[in-house]
């Protein structure tokens, strides 16, 4: 028993520096690209510095590193297993009676604790340090002004409404929406107030208004009630739970939100009639890293613990960077029907990850049993 802790604590070790060498590899090859391309865009703005290029290059790295995180913990697994195989200590270990099982555990519990750092813990640095590079490239590197204005102008909102029923909605339509020195403005508004079994009460409408402090605020407003004739009412006030940047952030990237804070943003932005599911893709994403982590520890294992004198060992690993790639690219398809709404953004997401994982106990059976 001895024998097969002290042996997997190495295998942990000699795994996690593989596999951390591999994320820093890969992810300064990736940032490598990501600043020729940001280079190759501000060659067109005489005004914008290298060094604010150099900077919003730097901001991407832990974004990088998270998106790279599965493939480094395959090719640094592979790397790994196989230089232990072909060292035959692997060999030796399963020959004296230990199972891969038991020497498997200390990698995958370490493949399990980087996923789960980099959920818990990278992504709100790379949440931030994101947010601030879609900032500067907004500013300097793009000719739009802002995801508002990339939008169309057009806004609809649905919010809860207690002003008038219970458990009343309002529904806020604006046809021009502008945002200037923090301050949302809004024109041509209309405004929808329904009771709890939707049949309109009220409806406003106003030629301007803006966003104010808890508070939408429309001015020179008049109100139209069933049955009854249009009643000016000048400044109207209605009561709301959203802010500049949380509109602003419902057309943003979900990248630039922390694992934190994106359940909470996503019941806001159910309560405002905003479609949540690009968020719910990514949270969803998020909590399957952990587990897509220790699915590719697995495996990396599975390909690469072949023993040499049995050949075909290039074809092996081979075989275990398609998969990987192939997982790749599944979740990448999935993801897409999530975002389309053709499969719940919980299947889109956990389903790859489900699907790698049994392709990897299914060939650590195989190898071991079979």
């Given at each position: 028993?001895?024998?097969?802790?002290?042996?997997?604590?190495?295998?942990?070790?000699?795994?996690?520096?593989?596999?951390?060498?591999?994320?820093?590899?890969?992810?300064?090859?990736?940032?490598?690209?990501?600043?020729?391309?940001?280079?190759?865009?501000?060659?067109?703005?005489?005004?914008?510095?290298?060094?604010?290029?150099?900077?919003?290059?730097?901001?991407?790295?832990?974004?990088?590193?998270?998106?790279?995180?599965?493939?480094?913990?395959?090719?640094?697994?592979?790397?790994?297993?196989?230089?232990?195989?072909?060292?035959?200590?692997?060999?030796?270990?399963?020959?004296?009676?230990?199972?891969?099982?038991?020497?498997?555990?200390?990698?995958?519990?370490?493949?399990?604790?980087?996923?789960?750092?980099?959920?818990?813990?990278?992504?709100?640095?790379?949440?931030?340090?994101?947010?601030?590079?879609?900032?500067?490239?907004?500013?300097?590197?793009?000719?739009?002004?802002?995801?508002?204005?990339?939008?169309?102008?057009?806004?609809?909102?649905?919010?809860?409404?207690?002003?008038?029923?219970?458990?009343?909605?309002?529904?806020l339509h604006a046809r021009g929406v502008h945002v200037q020195a923090g301050v949302l403005e809004i024109s041509g508004v209309s405004v929808f107030r329904l009771d709890d079994t939707d049949h309109m009460i009220l409806r406003v409408e106003a030629p301007r208004g803006r966003l104010g402090r808890g508070v939408w605020v429309l001015e020179d407003a008049?109100?139209?009630?069933?049955?009854?004739?249009?009643?000016?009412?000048?400044?109207?006030?209605?009561?709301?739970?959203?802010?500049?940047?949380?509109?602003?952030?419902?057309?943003?990237?979900?990248?630039?939100?922390?694992?934190?804070?994106?359940?909470?943003?996503?019941?806001?932005?159910?309560?405002?009639?905003?479609?949540?599911?690009?968020?719910?893709?990514?949270?969803?994403?998020?909590?399957?890293?952990?587990?897509?982590?220790?699915?590719?520890?697995?495996?990396?294992?599975?390909?690469?613990?072949?023993?040499?004198?049995?050949?075909?060992?290039?074809?092996?690993?081979?075989?275990?960077?398609?998969?990987?790639?192939?997982?790749?690219?599944?979740?990448?398809?999935?993801?897409?029907?999530?975002?389309?709404?053709?499969?719940?953004?919980?299947?889109?997401?956990?389903?790859?990850?489900?699907?790698?994982?049994?392709?990897?106990?299914?060939?650590?059976?195989?190898?071991?049993?079979?």
């Amino acid at each position: 028993m001895t024998v097969s802790v002290t042996l997997s604590f190495y295998i942990a070790r000699q795994f996690t520096l593989a596999v951390m060498a591999m994320v820093l590899s890969l992810t300064g090859l990736v940032s490598l690209f990501d600043f020729i391309d940001l280079l190759r865009r501000a060659a067109t703005r005489p005004n914008v510095p290298t060094s604010l290029v150099s900077e919003i290059a730097g901001l991407h790295v832990p974004y990088f590193m998270i998106e790279i995180l599965p493939f480094g913990v395959l090719l640094g697994g592979i790397v790994c297993f196989w230089r232990l195989t072909r060292s035959s200590e692997l060999i030796v270990a399963r020959a004296a009676g230990i199972s891969a099982w038991q020497f498997l555990t200390g990698p995958l519990a370490c493949a399990l604790l980087i996923g789960g750092l980099a959920t818990a813990a990278l992504s709100p640095l790379s949440s931030l340090m994101y947010r601030r590079a879609e900032t500067l490239d907004n500013v300097y590197l793009r000719s739009g002004g802002g995801p508002l204005d990339l939008s169309g102008g057009a806004l609809w909102i649905r919010q809860a409404d207690t002003g008038l029923a219970p458990h009343g909605v309002a529904i806020l339509h604006a046809r021009g929406v502008h945002v200037q020195a923090g301050v949302l403005e809004i024109s041509g508004v209309s405004v929808f107030r329904l009771d709890d079994t939707d049949h309109m009460i009220l409806r406003v409408e106003a030629p301007r208004g803006r966003l104010g402090r808890g508070v939408w605020v429309l001015e020179d407003a008049r109100t139209i009630r069933a049955d009854h004739l249009p009643q000016p009412v000048g400044r109207f006030v209605m009561a709301t739970d959203l802010t500049v940047a949380r509109v602003q952030e419902s057309f943003a990237s979900p990248d630039t939100l922390s694992v934190w804070a994106l359940p909470g943003f996503i019941a806001l932005l159910d309560r405002s009639g905003f479609s949540s599911i690009r968020h719910r893709l990514h949270f969803q994403s998020l909590l399957t890293l952990p587990i897509l982590a220790g699915t590719m520890a697995l495996v990396a294992a599975g390909f690469s613990m072949r023993p040499t004198r049995r050949g075909g060992v290039a074809r092996m690993i081979g075989g275990g960077v398609a998969a990987g790639f192939a997982l790749f690219t599944i979740s990448k398809v999935a993801a897409q029907f999530g975002e389309s709404g053709a499969m719940p953004p919980l299947l889109a997401a956990w389903a790859p990850t489900g699907a790698g994982l049994c392709l990897a106990v299914s060939l650590l059976l195989h190898l071991e049993d079979g």
